[in-house]
């Protein structure tokens, strides 16, 4: 193997380094990446990948049991390196994703390379996502060291990085001041060509239901459906919406797992719990389950809604939120900082009060009601997202203009 101008690590990769690789590749610039064994991988990548069996954690204290997974993870990516450095790669530029220790190693092994880190997420014990919901209990003295912990290999990936990169500005201001220096705010960008507006269609068919042009969709998307993404509270609204509009259809896409927070107590999953709590008001005829829908029939219901719900707790900001108001969605949103950093009520969506449920109901029903008096708030999403979210029209003159200001290689910045 030749040398490789640019190294991304990331478990999942291409996950939020897609737009970025799909760049540099066309480019012309030389691409590795470093992950999982199960990750999906992208064409002009060079793929390194490692296999990572479980750990056995029973002899490890509590709070270091994150750390033990990190550290062993990086163990695999010193083995995927030194592959690739025996193929004669030696990476200028290197972006990694620190959430999983996959970080830890790459200093020692690239001493002379530009580092970049993804600045997604710091975790607090209060005053940001944890303890924002009280309906669920604290985590106590130990679940909050714990949550402490989870930044231990963030914070040494931050300390070895040349410059790091947040995709909003309310995610870099979670991290610790003596940080921020160093990180830069650029989004990873939409293609908001191929989420453009769609032309109406009267009818749609979406994983085998078929929806009439009479019928009023509601939509709400989270890759698993949990309190984080508020889906407590957009369960609790739709006995109000289903009695108040008879045509209503309300369309839930997302997963039965925990990406975030812990799982229901009595349940197997929050799903089963809020029909435990609500269902007996609900149409079931009117309550769709869609579970991880193809990506285009993603698009064709969310371009098709008469709104679009987006709730969560003050944490990392979702896509699929900036991807429906790219489509031209109605977004209503809870006014919680990720989202009210993008989202403007009454301009270009529509805040409610996180826990307010009624409100949440009430500018739905309107929303369903007086669908053409939100037409300019839907261009006005749409406009909001191409001139800040753009991948290429916007997004990647913030990455150059990092790169270049990092002193990385001047090889790959004259490729640029």
């Given at each position: 193997?030749?040398?490789?101008?640019?190294?991304?690590v990331?478990n999942?990769?291409?996950?939020q380094?897609?737009n970025?690789?799909?760049?540099?590749?066309?480019k012309?610039l030389r691409?590795a990446?470093?992950a999982?064994k199960g990750a999906?991988?992208m064409p002009g990548?060079t793929?390194q990948?490692?296999?990572f069996p479980?750990?056995?954690?029973d002899?490890v204290?509590?709070?270091a049991?994150?750390?033990?997974?990190?550290s062993?993870r990086a163990?695999?990516?010193?083995?995927a390196a030194?592959?690739?450095?025996?193929?004669?790669f030696r990476?200028r530029?290197?972006y990694?994703?620190p959430?999983w220790g996959?970080?830890?190693?790459?200093?020692?092994?690239?001493?002379?390379?530009?580092?970049c880190?993804y600045a997604?997420f710091?975790?607090?014990?209060?005053?940001i996502d944890?303890?924002?919901?009280?309906?669920?209990?604290?985590?106590?003295v130990?679940?909050?060291t714990?949550v402490v912990l989870?930044?231990a290999?963030?914070l040494?990936s931050l300390?070895d990085a040349?410059?790091?990169?947040?995709?909003t500005?309310w995610?870099?201001s979670?991290?610790?001041?003596?940080?921020?220096?160093?990180i830069?705010?650029?989004h990873?960008?939409?293609d908001?060509?191929?989420?453009?507006?769609r032309?109406?269609q009267?009818?749609?068919?979406?994983?085998?239901?078929r929806f009439?042009a009479e019928?009023e969709?509601?939509t709400f998307?989270?890759r698993?459906?949990?309190?984080?993404?508020?889906?407590?509270i957009?369960m609790r609204?739709?006995?109000?919406i289903?009695k108040?509009?008879?045509?209503?259809?309300?369309?839930?896409?997302?997963g039965d797992?925990?990406?975030?927070?812990?799982?229901?107590l009595?349940?197997?999953?929050?799903?089963?719990?809020?029909?435990?709590?609500?269902?007996?008001?609900?149409?079931?005829?009117r309550?769709h389950?869609?579970?991880a829908?193809?990506y285009?029939?993603?698009q064709t219901l969310?371009?098709r809604s008469a709104?679009?719900?987006?709730l969560?707790?003050?944490?990392?900001?979702?896509?699929?939120?900036l991807?429906?108001?790219?489509m031209g969605a109605?977004?209503?949103?809870?006014?919680?900082?990720p989202?009210?950093?993008?989202?403007?009520?009454?301009?270009?969506?529509?805040l409610?009060?996180f826990?307010d449920v009624e409100?949440l109901?009430?500018r739905?029903?309107?929303?369903?009601?007086?669908p053409?008096?939100f037409?300019?708030?839907?261009?006005?999403?749409?406009?909001t997202i191409?001139?800040?979210?753009?991948?290429?029209?916007r997004?990647?003159?913030?990455?150059?203009?990092?790169i270049?200001?990092s002193g990385?290689?001047?090889?790959?910045?004259?490729?640029?």
């Open positions: 193997m030749s040398e490789v101008d640019v190294l991304f990331h999942n990769f291409p996950a380094f897609r970025l690789a799909r760049m540099f590749v066309a012309g691409v990446a470093i999982s999906p991988g990548v793929m990948r490692y296999t479980a750990p056995k954690l002899h204290h509590p709070f049991r994150r750390f033990e997974i990190e062993r163990e695999q990516v010193i083995y030194n592959l690739l450095k025996l193929d004669g990476p530029l290197i990694v994703h959430g996959e970080a830890l190693p790459l200093r020692p092994l690239f001493p002379d390379a530009t580092i880190a997604e710091y975790y607090a014990p209060s005053g944890v303890g924002f919901d009280r309906e669920f209990p604290s985590f106590g130990d679940g909050e714990r989870r930044n290999a963030t040494l300390a040349d410059f790091a990169v947040a995709p500005f995610q870099r979670v991290f610790p001041r003596e940080f921020r220096p160093k830069r705010v650029a990873d960008g939409l908001t060509d191929r989420l453009a507006p032309e109406p009267r009818e749609i068919e979406v994983a085998g239901r009439g019928d969709i509601v998307v989270s698993n459906l949990e309190p984080y993404r508020g889906f407590h957009f609204a739709l006995p109000a289903l108040a509009r008879p045509r209503a259809q309300i369309c839930i896409m997302g797992e925990v990406s975030y927070g812990a799982p229901p009595d349940h197997p999953n929050w799903r089963t719990a809020m029909l435990t709590e609500v269902g007996a008001h609900l149409d079931p005829a309550v389950f869609l579970g829908l193809p285009e029939e993603y969310v371009a709104a679009h719900v987006y969560t707790y003050p944490f990392v900001l979702s896509w699929s939120m991807e429906a108001m790219s109605l977004v209503i949103g809870s006014d919680t900082p989202v009210a950093e993008v989202l403007q009520h009454g301009e270009n969506g529509i409610v009060p826990f409100a109901s009430a739905i029903i309107e929303a369903l009601a007086n053409a008096r037409q300019p708030i839907r261009r006005a999403a749409r406009a191409v001139e800040n979210f753009d991948f290429e029209r997004c990647w003159a913030d990455h150059v203009q990092i270049r200001d990385c290689s001047e090889r790959v910045i004259e490729r640029l």
